[in-house]
């Protein structure tokens, strides 16, 4: 991970330049997916998955009606271009496995292709491309909103951001130049990781979900029968003041010792369905924040600018 964020930034992110960050973190997030889901690094293949993908994405929630010129019918379509390329990579490493001429591979799809389902038979290619579909959804959009969330933060924050640099600073410098982050390094970035938690509650990825409840219960004066769909939000725990009081605040320490009491804090859901790609997703956003601020200093070019474009000058360190 620590090897493609370095050559992501070597890339994307130029000294001194006005970037916008939404876009790139998107970049980086699907990079990231291709190379870790896939083993596809390549940038013409990846970009034969991210334009069919972001035609998938953006008319996924459209108004459903199948016809030309609607968002709807371009989703349609980009979801079978990006299931025709997910087959033609499927069937080719399916081939270079079996021929034995392929044994280096760590990515999900070559792990699913090895397994076998509880009467002994291989998944199919349609299983296995469903399911790395499953997951690029689930993860694209709510990974690369969080990790643009908390450089919102870091640059609208400096007191934060000086505290994130010396804790990345420090790891930085136990390490030399060219040697890649350990998990032994991420667990130092408690700090940061606070940081994270904190942009992820007053900012969350996710507004909540749904559940149908499995008895009957009572809340707040209200009887919920058995059966019955429930909507849960984000925020209407994340505000309240009896867990995070003075809710408005960023206030990274409220995740110091054993923070806040269970399932107050619910950007990745909670229970049997809770996210199960939460630690890929903090891994994710910590080794890009290590990144970032090893090199920039972050300076928002509007300063109440929402999160959608965050246009942010990059400052190189003096030294
Ligand atoms: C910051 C990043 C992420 C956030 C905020 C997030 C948030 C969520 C939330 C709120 C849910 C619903 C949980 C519930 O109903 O209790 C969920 C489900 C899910 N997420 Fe994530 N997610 C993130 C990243 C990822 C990543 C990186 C992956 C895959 C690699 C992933 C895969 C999934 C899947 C497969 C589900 C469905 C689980 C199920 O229904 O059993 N997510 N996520």
């Known amino acids: 991970m620590d090897a493609l964020a370095r050559e992501h930034m070597d890339r994307e992110?130029?000294?001194?330049?006005?970037?916008?960050?939404?876009?790139?973190?998107?970049?980086?997030?699907?990079?990231?997916?291709?190379?870790?889901?896939?083993?596809?690094?390549?940038?013409?293949?990846?970009?034969?998955?991210?334009?069919?993908?972001s035609l998938a994405t953006q008319g996924m929630l459209g108004v459903p009606i199948n016809l030309p010129g609607m968002a709807y019918n371009r989703a349609i379509r980009g979801g079978k271009m990006i299931r025709k390329e997910l087959i033609r990579i499927i069937n080719e490493r399916r081939k270079k496995l079996?021929?034995?001429?392929?044994?280096?591979?760590?990515?999900?799809?070559?792990?699913?292709?090895?397994v076998t389902d509880e009467n002994g038979q291989f998944y199919s290619e349609m299983e296995i491309s469903n399911n790395i579909v499953g997951?690029?959804?689930?993860?694209?959009?709510?990974?690369?909103?969080?990790?643009?969330?908390?450089?919102?933060?870091?640059?609208?924050?400096?007191?934060?951001?000086?505290?994130?640099?010396?804790?990345?600073?420090?790891?930085?410098?136990s390490k030399g130049p060219d040697e890649l982050l350990t998990w032994e390094d991420i667990q130092k970035m408690k700090y940061s990781w606070n940081v994270a938690r904190e942009s992820l509650r007053l900012g969350p990825s996710s507004q909540g979900g749904f559940r149908e409840t499995t008895t009957e219960f009572t809340y707040a004066g209200?009887?919920?029968?058995?059966?019955?769909?429930?909507?849960?939000?984000?925020?209407?725990?994340?505000?309240?003041?009896?867990?995070?009081?003075?809710?408005?605040?960023?206030?990274?320490?409220?995740?110091?010792?054993?923070?806040?009491?269970?399932?107050?804090?619910?950007?990745?859901?909670?229970?049997?369905?809770?996210?199960?790609?939460?630690?890929?997703?903090?891994?994710?956003?910590?080794?890009?924040?290590?990144?970032?601020?090893?090199?920039f200093k972050l300076e928002k070019a509007i300063p109440n600018e929402p999160v959608d474009g965050l246009a942010v000058r990059l400052q190189p360190h003096e030294n």
């Open 98 to 114: 079996l021929e034995k001429k392929e044994t280096r591979h760590q990515d999900l799809l070559s792990k699913m292709l090895l």
């Open 13 to 53: 992110w130029t000294p001194n330049a006005l970037v916008n960050v939404v876009p790139l973190s998107k970049k980086y997030t699907f990079d990231l997916a291709c190379k870790l889901f896939l083993d596809v690094v390549d940038v013409e293949d990846i970009k034969r998955l991210s334009d069919p993908f």
């Open 222 to 295: 209200f009887t919920i029968p058995k059966g019955w769909k429930t909507h849960w939000t984000v925020h209407s725990s994340h505000r309240n003041p009896e867990y995070f009081p003075e809710p408005e605040k960023f206030d990274p320490s409220r995740f110091d010792g054993s923070g806040p009491p269970p399932y107050t804090f619910v950007p990745f859901g909670g229970g049997p369905r809770m996210c199960p790609g939460r630690e890929y997703a903090k891994l994710e956003i910590l080794v890009f924040m290590h990144n970032v601020v090893r090199r």
């Open 135 to 173: 997951f690029l959804v689930a993860s694209f959009d709510a990974t690369s909103s969080a990790v643009s969330s908390v450089i919102n933060y870091l640059a609208h924050l400096p007191h934060i951001y000086e505290q994130v640099l010396k804790e990345q600073m420090e790891i930085a410098k």
